[in-house]
């Protein structure tokens, strides 16, 4: 193993707090849905195990994720899967196109908004205004917020899953009107008084400052001795990194963002980097993913491909 992926996988160990939830969503959303969205708790729990995740806490994590709706359980003799339910599987695949896509979404020139028009009491409006920021939507005051390109009933939906569907009465989505004109000032002062860029910008950095090491090593030295197992921990880590980043990301469209924005940067070196451990992780998925039946689950070929039209032995 090179020495920064083992730099990067002891740091992961040596955290004294793990959002272990967090980790298997990322999990589910990364390597478990194109497999059929299901897998046997016993493996998941092998997988996750060179993490240093202990069983008790991935069956307490796995449980919770039941109790919240992200999955169900099916029950095979004495073994159970866990299976993602619909709304669980609506809301990886709407992930998945921010995460994965090839390149940062068009803008339409046209401001989401969604305006809290009705009462709410301080904690449910507070909830509320977490749960949006999560999902990349900047504030302009205490009742209304702007995105430039969010799908408004993913948002809505998002919403209800995350047990906020007692505010949407309060709630007004709508769409400002369209600009077809270049970038105006009323623009640039909206941006910059929705998003506090800088902090984003800072963890963009950090991201880059983590990763770059890798990548340059493994373009140096081709896989520099990764095993399968460790090229399938080092992705996980790196899927569950960005997309932290990319779920409060309002993903402005490159006219709207400050100069040297580290995002894009952030977004290349995620998907050459993903691109050269796939296979070898993938590798370790058949190796070591399986459901409750003993079968070992395939890639579904007719889901889109992850971060397409990229070749990543065309960079030096």
Same mark, same amino acid.
């Given at each position: 193993?090179?020495?920064?992926?083992?730099?990067?996988?002891?740091?992961?160990?040596?955290?004294?707090?793990?959002?272990?939830?967090?980790?298997?969503?990322?999990?589910?959303?990364?390597?478990?849905?194109?497999? +059929?969205?299901?897998?046997?708790?016993?493996?998941?729990?092998?997988?996750?195990?060179?993490?240093?995740?202990?069983?008790?806490?991935?069956?307490?994590?796995?449980?919770?994720?039941?109790?919240?709706?992200?999955?169900?359980?099916?029950?095979?003799?004495?073994?159970?899967?866990?299976?993602?339910?619909?709304?669980?599987?609506?809301?990886?695949?709407?992930?998945?196109?921010?995460?994965?896509?090839?390149?940062?979404?068009?803008?339409?020139?046209?401001?989401?908004?969604?305006?809290?028009?009705?009462?709410?009491?301080?904690?449910?409006?507070?909830?509320?205004?977490?749960?949006?920021?999560?999902?990349?939507?900047?504030?302009?005051?205490?009742?209304?917020?702007?995105?430039?390109?969010?799908?408004?009933?993913?948002?809505?939906?998002?919403?209800?899953?995350?047990?906020?569907?007692?505010?949407?009465?309060?709630?007004?989505?709508?769409?400002?009107?369209?600009?077809?004109?270049?970038?105006?000032?009323?623009?640039?002062?909206?941006?910059?008084?929705?998003?506090?860029? +800088?902090?984003?910008?800072?963890?963009?950095?950090?991201?880059?400052?983590?990763?770059?090491?890798?990548?340059?090593?493994? =373009?140096?030295?081709?896989?520099?001795?990764?095993?399968?197992?460790?090229?399938?921990?080092?992705?996980?880590?790196?899927?569950?990194?960005? =997309?932290?980043?990319?779920?409060?990301?309002?993903?402005?469209?490159?006219?709207?963002?400050?100069?040297?924005?580290?995002?894009?940067?952030?977004?290349?070196?995620?998907?050459?980097?993903?691109?050269?451990?796939?296979?070898?992780?993938?590798?370790?998925?058949?190796?070591?993913?399986?459901?409750?039946?003993?079968?070992?689950?395939?890639?579904?070929?007719?889901?889109?491909?992850?971060?397409?039209?990229?070749?990543?032995?065309?960079?030096?």
């Amino acid at each position: 193993m090179s020495n920064t992926t083992q730099q990067r996988l002891d740091a992961f160990r040596q955290q004294r707090r793990v959002q272990a939830g967090s980790l298997i969503i990322t999990a589910f959303g990364d390597a478990i849905l194109p497999r +059929g969205g299901r897998i046997w708790l016993g493996s998941l729990i092998r997988l996750l195990e060179p993490l240093e995740l202990n069983e008790r806490l991935i069956r307490t994590s796995v449980f919770r994720l039941a109790k919240e709706e992200w999955l169900r359980t099916e029950t095979i003799g004495r073994r159970a899967d866990y299976v993602l339910t619909p709304s669980g599987r609506r809301r990886f695949e709407e992930a998945s196109r921010h995460i994965y896509a090839g390149q940062a979404p068009l803008w339409d020139r046209r401001w989401r908004l969604i305006l809290v028009v009705g009462e709410l009491e301080p904690k449910l409006r507070e909830q509320l205004r977490g749960a949006l920021f999560w999902q990349g939507f900047g504030a302009l005051g205490a009742d209304c917020f702007v995105h430039p390109s969010a799908e408004l009933p993913s948002v809505l939906d998002a919403l209800i899953a995350e047990g906020l569907a007692p505010a949407l009465g309060a709630l007004l989505p709508l769409f400002a009107a369209d600009s077809r004109s270049a970038m105006s000032a009323s623009d640039a002062d909206l941006v910059s008084r929705a998003w506090d860029l +800088g902090a984003l910008a800072d963890a963009y950095s950090e991201f880059v400052t983590l990763y770059q090491p890798i990548l340059d090593e493994l =373009r140096r030295d081709h896989m520099a001795g990764l095993s399968d197992q460790d090229a399938f921990l080092l992705r996980l880590l790196l899927i569950h990194d960005y =997309r932290r980043l990319l779920l409060r990301d309002p993903e402005l469209p490159e006219v709207l963002q400050p100069a040297d924005w580290p995002g894009q940067q952030a977004r290349l070196l995620c998907k050459e980097l993903y691109k050269r451990l796939e296979a070898p992780s993938n590798r370790h998925l058949d190796q070591e993913m399986c459901l409750a039946d003993g079968s070992v689950p395939v890639v579904d070929r007719s889901l889109p491909e992850r971060f397409p039209q990229y070749d990543p032995l065309k960079k030096t």
